[in-house]
């Protein structure tokens, strides 16, 4: 894989990731007049119950859901210049516009004003968005073997790269597909986030983590994992090297677990063998949710990955998957339990719904036969 930077108009960087090294190198200049970025996001911790918030007023004004003649995340083409000035690409990989986190944001006090106990502070990080491929009609689950290994290497190097930008704490990256998750431009892309504070979630599952090495002296992901793997009804489909399974307690009506047999703490860990067999097995989890319903899944797909820097021991890498489709046309909404309270009702039972995803991907394959 070839690595190429270069700079856009406004001084945000744009990365290529191109699978022939010998290709036509990245050179064309981005030569759009586009004003400079002013992130202004600030971050604030809820002294109630300890989580961050992310203020991001300024985000307001991106883009929504442009005509596909308008795409920003198409290649450039004479007289329709894009986020990508080259006229094609495998991956690549560019500061967002419009980012939740970034470099240079205004300094705030260490505390809202009126409010000493609400510690502050400006949103320092980086935010950046990934385009899996420049056909703008394909999907994440239509993308060949070699095109998924490609992505799951650029998520591994962003992962590095971005855990040397300073004040990055975590790293996120993830993809909303759908209208339903709130995608506002159809391209298939994800985004990586650069937090600048571990995230709640990630918190939580560190505490129980950590409780359980002490009781048990072993990891609670890996105990889980051993237990899907070895009673099955949960599982999806497995490899060599990694297993899908429906969690247990699954929260949403479509509610995957995507992880690599052996602990590592974050992607660049991963060796050449077990990304090797990822392509494999993802692929088929995406043909078994869009089979599910027998419509394209709206879905969420995130990698949850160690702190930087930390906590390495008490992290298992895994992708969470997850579907606010309860059926084909029905929205799981967060209401008055989930919203106040963030206890989760399910409709359904993951066995059940283990079931119907295997269902899904059979019928699926007989008809790709
Ligand atoms: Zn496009």
């Avoid at 010998?22 to 809820?46: A, C, F, K, N, Y």
């Avoid at 560019?94 to 939740?100: D, T």
């Avoid at 095109?147 to 990055?168: I, K, M, Q, S, Y």
């Amino acid at each position: 894989m070839r690595r190429t930077v270069r700079t856009l108009a406004d001084g945000r960087e744009i990365i290529y990731y191109d699978e022939e090294p010998s290709g036509q190198p990245r050179s064309t200049e981005d030569t759009r007049d586009l004003p400079p970025v002013r992130p202004g996001t600030e971050i604030r911790r809820d002294p109630l119950t300890g989580e961050w918030v992310v203020l991001a007023a300024h985000r307001q004004t991106r883009t929504y859901r442009p005509p596909a003649n308008a795409c920003p995340l198409c290649p450039s083409r004479p007289g329709s210049a894009t986020e990508i000035p080259e006229s094609d690409y495998d991956v690549v990989v560019f500061e967002n516009r419009f980012p939740s986190f970034a470099q240079g944001v205004p300094a705030v006090g260490s505390t809202v004003e009126g409010s000493p106990l609400v510690p502050s502070a400006g949103g320092i990080g980086r935010c950046e968005v990934v385009c899996f491929t420049s056909d703008h009609n394909r999907s994440f689950g239509e993308l060949s073997p070699r095109r998924v290994r490609t992505v799951l290497d650029v998520w591994a190097d962003r992962t590095e790269a971005l855990a040397e930008v300073p004040g990055v704490r975590q790293v996120y990256p993830f993809e909303n597909r759908g209208t339903e998750i709130g995608v506002t431009l159809d391209h298939p892309h994800g985004q990586i986030y650069g937090y600048p504070f571990t995230t709640p979630k990630t918190e939580r599952m560190l505490a129980v983590a950590r409780d359980h090495r002490r009781d048990t002296g072993r990891a609670v992901f890996g105990d889980l994992l051993a237990a899907e793997r070895a009673h099955g009804q949960r599982v999806l489909v497995s490899s060599a090297h990694w297993t899908a399974f429906v969690p247990p307690a699954a929260r949403w009506p479509v509610h995957v677990l995507l992880a690599p047999h052996r602990q590592v703490p974050d992607l660049p860990a991963l060796t050449q063998a077990e990304r090797d067999d990822f392509a494999e097995v993802y692929l088929a989890l995406l043909g078994m949710l869009d089979g599910l319903y027998g419509r394209p899944l709206p879905y969420v797909a995130g990698w949850n990955q160690a702190p930087v820097q930390s906590e390495q021991e008490l992290s298992w890498l895994h992708l969470e998957v997850l579907s606010v489709l309860r059926a084909k046309d029905k929205l799981k909404y967060l209401a008055g339990s989930e919203s106040g309270m963030a206890v989760w009702i399910n409709d359904t039972t993951p066995e059940q719904m283990a079931q119907r995803l295997r269902a899904a991907g059979d019928r699926r394959t007989v008809r790709d036969r």
